[in-house]
């Protein structure tokens, strides 16, 4: 597939972009190259190569997550590393 190079234009979020500049830098790679990967991978595939969705919890589901995540940052709930202390405690 090597052969003449071609130019294109992308239009992203500068932020995003940004962003993604200093994941691929970190990478050892630009954004180009990490386009061509992306482009080749899904040519490789016959898709784009990673799942796409609209999976986003239900409302009901990020309330019981902004709740666990309070009970578990909460120091006056116990928390416990030894199960069978935990099964002790839940026959009380």
């Not at 990478?27 to 490789?44: E, H, K, P």
């Not at 919890?57 to 120091?75: F, N, Q, R, W, Y």
Request: proline share 3%.
């Amino acid at each position: 597939m090597a052969g003449f190079t071609t130019n294109i234009t992308i239009c992203m979020d500068s932020d995003l972009k940004a962003q993604s500049d200093r994941l691929f830098g970190e990478l050892g790679m630009n954004l180009t190259t990490a386009f061509n990967i992306f482009v080749r991978q899904s040519l490789r595939e016959g898709r784009i190569p990673f799942d796409i969705s609209l999976n986003q919890p239900s409302s009901e589901t990020v309330v019981a997550m902004l709740e666990a995540e309070g009970i578990a940052k909460d120091p006056a709930v116990k928390g416990y590393t030894d199960l069978d202390e935990l099964f002790t405690d839940l026959k009380v």
